[in-house]
């Protein structure tokens, strides 16, 4: 894998420091030894064999048929019969949806009684309401799963990374619930891959990133540090432009409708702490604590202006633009106070940022082991070790951004030079 870790030097006129300059060594010891592109093939090629005799397993049982079962998947299926329907605001009334839920799955003792998404999600799993419950399974999990798949490529292209994002625990658990942790992951990857060369295409991605709005809080204040104005334009263009059509699409009611829903969904979020308890972000965390609602929103939103100001600090400064995106991408997550385990597959899209810049630039020593320990901590996913995750990663690159920057002051305490 000695070819992974050549240095070029960057372009004077792009204002990015060369690796020289940022003094980064490939690392050296048993981390070159163990992570060489041939032994993550093997080690990722053998988990990945693994969950597909598991997803195999289920399959061939009753994981697709929804009779008597309660999956996350249920109500985006059922989200596009009320699409196809004469009136699909009714996929906010909580009765209404609820009924439908009973008569597709069956009895009670299922939390899966409510839509509290935008009405602009219903774009994406129309489609699916034209197809029976099991086809429109393995079509949603199929398309989603390319466009995830196709976003880690565009950031490294290369096989390995491609089965190296499949490994992440939180894809498992999203293709076993059937949810849209992949769609969110892919739109991410997507706008940030293109954020530079084709901003334009970065803002449409981030235009459909709205149906997940709570993942796209800091993009706006990153493309403003930057000044990156095309983004802005179309991303903003695109937000209102997708959320006009659905208006246009399935009656004005469904924005009313939506809004009403949620309001009363995030009243019970902060009432019960039992139905905190799948999520992972700190908000989450500190609910299923049973530390109160005031106290555990004052906290999280304390967290979310650090990380706002961070990235923001991080996107004014000449750095490489995947170590920026990589800021970016994983403070969405930390920022977040509804995060739930399949979302935690943005992660991916944040460490391939990582890597690709440790592939152009060199790693640090310890660098790879940490992004190798969060891999495995992602397995228990519980208690806060999530939140812990996002922001050890989000520690790695805010360590890369200072070791440039103090390079480029000239008060780089002897960093050794990179290997060519």
Same mark, same amino acid.
């Given at each position: 894998?000695?070819?992974?870790?050549?240095?070029?030097?960057?372009?004077?006129?792009?204002?990015?420091?060369?690796?020289?300059?940022?003094?980064?060594?490939?690392?050296?010891?048993?981390?070159?030894?163990?992570?060489?592109?041939?032994?993550?093939?093997?080690?990722?090629?053998?988990?990945?064999?693994?969950?597909?005799?598991?997803?195999?397993?289920?399959?061939?049982?009753?994981?697709?048929?929804?009779?008597?079962?309660?999956?996350?998947?249920?109500?985006?299926?059922?989200?596009?019969?009320?699409?196809?329907?004469?009136?699909? =605001?009714?996929?906010?009334?909580? $009765? /209404?949806?609820?009924?439908?839920?009973?008569?597709? /799955?069956?009895?009670?003792?299922?939390?899966?009684?409510?839509?509290?998404?935008?009405? +602009?999600?219903?774009?994406?799993?129309?489609?699916?309401?034209?197809?029976?419950?099991? +086809?429109?399974?393995?079509?949603?999990?199929?398309?989603?799963?390319?466009?995830?798949?196709?976003?880690?490529?565009?950031?490294?292209?290369?096989?390995?990374?491609?089965?190296?994002?499949?490994?992440?625990?939180? /894809?498992?658990? #999203?293709?076993?619930?059937?949810?849209?942790?992949?769609?969110?992951?892919?739109?991410?990857?997507?706008?940030?891959?293109? /954020?530079?060369?084709?901003?334009?295409?970065?803002?449409?991605?981030?235009?459909?990133?709205?149906?997940?709005?709570?993942?796209?809080?800091?993009?706006?204040?990153?493309?403003?540090? $930057?000044? #990156?104005?095309?983004?802005?334009?179309?991303?903003? =263009?695109?937000?209102?432009?997708?959320?006009?059509?659905?208006?246009?699409?399935?009656?004005?009611?469904?924005?009313?409708?939506?809004?009403?829903?949620?309001?009363?969904?995030?009243?019970?979020?902060?009432?019960?702490?039992?139905?905190?308890?799948?999520?992972?972000?700190?908000?989450?965390?500190?609910?299923?604590?049973?530390?109160?609602?005031?106290?555990?929103?004052?906290?999280?939103?304390?967290?979310?202006?650090?990380?706002?100001?961070?990235?923001?600090?991080?996107?004014?400064?000449?750095?490489?633009?995947?170590?920026?995106?990589?800021?970016?991408?994983?403070? $969405?997550?930390?920022?977040?106070?509804?995060?739930?385990?399949?979302?935690?597959?943005?992660?991916?899209?944040?460490?391939?940022?990582?890597?690709?810049?440790?592939? $152009?630039?060199?790693?640090?020593?310890?660098?790879?082991?940490?992004?190798?320990?969060?891999?495995?901590?992602?397995?228990?996913?519980?208690?806060?070790?999530?939140?812990?995750?996002?922001?050890?990663?989000?520690?790695?690159?805010?360590?890369?951004?200072?070791?440039?920057?103090?390079?480029?002051?000239?008060?780089?305490?002897?960093?050794?030079?990179?290997?060519?």
């Amino acid at each position: 894998m000695s070819h992974a870790f050549k240095y070029r030097r960057a372009d004077a006129k792009s204002g990015r420091q060369s690796p020289r300059a940022l003094g980064i060594t490939s690392g050296r010891g048993i981390e070159n030894r163990l992570f060489t592109e041939q032994r993550l093939l093997v080690y990722g090629s053998t988990v990945v064999v693994a969950y597909a005799i598991l997803a195999w397993l289920l399959i061939r049982t009753e994981w697709i048929n929804p009779d008597g079962t309660c999956r996350d998947f249920t109500w985006i299926w059922l989200s596009s019969k009320f699409a196809l329907s004469s009136a699909p =605001a009714q996929a906010y009334d909580y $009765s /209404v949806f609820s009924a439908a839920r009973a008569a597709l /799955v069956g009895p009670p003792n299922c939390i899966l009684e409510h839509l509290d998404y935008p009405p +602009t999600l219903l774009f994406f799993t129309y489609p699916l309401g034209l197809m029976p419950y099991s +086809t429109a399974f393995a079509m949603w999990m199929v398309a989603t799963l390319l466009l995830y798949l196709a976003a880690v490529y565009a950031i490294i292209p290369r096989p390995v990374a491609v089965i190296a994002a499949v490994t992440l625990h939180p /894809v498992l658990i #999203n293709f076993l619930l059937g949810h849209d942790g992949f769609l969110t992951a892919g739109l991410i990857g997507l706008a940030l891959a293109f /954020v530079e060369r084709r901003p334009w295409l970065s803002g449409i991605f981030l235009g459909l990133l709205t149906y997940k709005p709570q993942f796209g809080i800091l993009f706006p204040f990153a493309l403003l540090a $930057s000044r #990156n104005w095309r983004a802005l334009l179309s991303a903003t =263009a695109m937000s209102v432009m997708f959320g006009a059509t659905a208006a246009i699409a399935f009656g004005y009611q469904v924005w009313p409708s939506f809004i009403g829903a949620l309001l009363e969904r995030a009243w019970s979020l902060n009432q019960d702490r039992g139905l905190n308890e799948p999520l992972v972000s700190i908000f989450g965390f500190l609910r299923s604590a049973g530390v109160s609602a005031h106290i555990s929103w004052t906290v999280q939103l304390t967290v979310t202006a650090i990380v706002a100001v961070t990235v923001c600090a991080l996107w004014t400064r000449p750095l490489s633009h995947s170590l920026k995106a990589a800021a970016l991408c994983v403070g $969405s997550l930390i920022a977040s106070p509804h995060v739930i385990s399949y979302d935690l597959c943005i992660l991916s899209i944040g460490v391939a940022l990582l890597v690709a810049d440790g592939l $152009s630039h060199g790693f640090l020593p310890g660098e790879r082991t940490v992004m190798l320990t969060c891999w495995a901590g992602l397995i228990p996913l519980t208690g806060p070790i999530p939140a812990i995750i996002c922001v050890a990663l989000l520690v790695l690159v805010v360590r890369r951004a200072l070791l440039c920057q103090a390079d480029a002051l000239g008060t780089a305490p002897g960093l050794p030079e990179p290997v060519v």
